[in-house]
């Protein structure tokens, strides 16, 4: 069993930053594939986006180029750094992992889900 819990959301203004992090429960989290998902009202979750055990990354097409995904082994967390925030991303985002090592991007693909945090981005 692994456990998640994400911080970092809040309240920004459009073209503002914020920086998610998510720590991980386990001692194999460097082989721990990583993800982040949101949700917003009324909408499917949606993949945001995903890093490997060996840091190769995968967004969304909407958030290239604005968030970026990280890890720090050491530390069992991973980060989503998201910059040039638009009201359409507001949503409660979601940290995801398969400690299998495999890249999740639909919703029934992961077992093991963080309890979510809010992001909300005012025009």
């Known amino acids: 069993q692994v456990q998640l819990v994400e911080s970092g959301g809040g309240l920004v203004q459009a073209g503002g930053s914020l920086r998610l992090s998510c720590v991980a429960s386990?001692?194999?989290?460097?082989?721990?594939?990583m993800g982040w998902f949101r949700q917003a009202p009324g909408k499917e979750r949606e993949f945001v986006a995903a890093?490997?055990?060996?840091?190769?990354?995968y967004y969304a097409d909407s958030v290239k180029g604005r968030f970026t995904i990280s890890r720090d082994n050491a530390k069992n967390t991973v980060y989503l750094q998201m910059i040039n925030l638009e009201p359409g991303d507001t949503a409660v985002y979601y940290c995801?992992?398969?400690?299998?090592?495999?890249?999740?991007?639909?919703?029934?693909?992961?077992?093991?889900w963080g309890q979510g945090t809010q992001v909300t981005v005012s025009s």
């Open positions: 890093i490997t055990s060996g840091t190769t990354t």
């Open positions: 386990g001692r194999t989290f460097s082989r721990y594939a």
């Open positions: 995801a992992t398969d400690p299998r090592g495999y890249i999740r991007t639909t919703r029934s693909q992961v077992d093991y």
